[in-house]
Nanobody, 123 residues
């Protein structure tokens, strides 16, 4: 089992920044793919960013490219999501996930999920 705990969410004005953290514990492995997803009210959960464990390939959804940065610290079993130039449309619950599926943008590629952290961006 793997436990994932997110932190770092909050309320920020448009144009501001936040850094989310996802701490993993349990049967963690540096080879796992770690991803961030978000779900806005009334919308489906969507892919935001991911990093493959073994080779370190990084992926972003188009709407966050150039603004968000995903990184991982294997020594701390933690993955981060740095979010700059935040927009009101970034408002959502952000969740991290761990898994090993082929398509990092798909929910079913991940086995373990955190509870999520709320990010609210005011205009």
């Amino acid at each position: 089992q793997v436990q994932l705990v997110e932190s770092g969410g909050g309320l920020v004005q448009a144009g501001g920044s936040l850094r989310l953290s996802c701490a993993a514990s349990g049967r963690t492995t540096s080879s796992s793919t770690m991803g961030w997803f978000r779900q806005a009210p009334g919308k489906e959960r969507e892919f935001v960013a991911a990093v493959r464990g073994t080779v370190g390939y990084i992926y972003y959804t188009d709407s966050v490219k150039g603004r968000f940065t995903i990184s991982r610290d294997n020594a701390k079993n933690t993955v981060y999501l740095r979010m700059n130039s935040l927009k009101p449309e970034d408002t959502a619950i952000y969740s991290c996930a761990a898994g090993g599926g082929l398509d990092v943008t798909k929910l079913n590629s991940y086995t373990y999920w955190g509870q999520g952290t709320q990010v609210t961006v005011s205009s």
